[in-house]
């Protein structure tokens, strides 16, 4: 049961609770994904979308995430100073 539970409490929240995140942010990343694709083929078409659901998403998971108590082991997704940067200068943020 350990397997199901320790990483959604690490961030706050319940199995199920995880459990619809996750896929809503599945959702999202296969729409941007589906604009990224036909974007390359069509560059005409969104010329933004994915950018936007990509900064989305980044202040979603990253920026504004408040689900509840953390315990003293927690780990950000954006940890180091590198790794923040890096998200940093995806979003634009």
């Not at 995880?18 to 036909?38: D, E, K, N, Q, Y």
């Not at 950000?76 to 923040?84: M, N």
Request: charge should be positive; hydrophobic fraction near 40%; aromatic fraction near 10%.
């Amino acid at each position: 049961m350990k397997l199901f539970t320790e990483h959604p409490r690490s961030v706050g929240e319940n199995y199920f609770q995880h459990m619809i995140s996750a896929a809503t942010f599945s959702v999202r990343m296969f729409a941007g994904a589906t604009c990224c694709l036909l974007h390359a083929i069509f560059p005409f078409l969104f010329e933004r979308t994915a950018s936007v659901i990509i900064a989305e998403l980044y202040d979603r998971m990253v920026a504004n995430r408040v689900r509840g108590p953390r315990g003293p082991d927690h780990k950000s997704a954006f940890g180091t100073d590198d790794q923040r940067r890096v998200a940093t200068t995806i979003t634009g943020q």
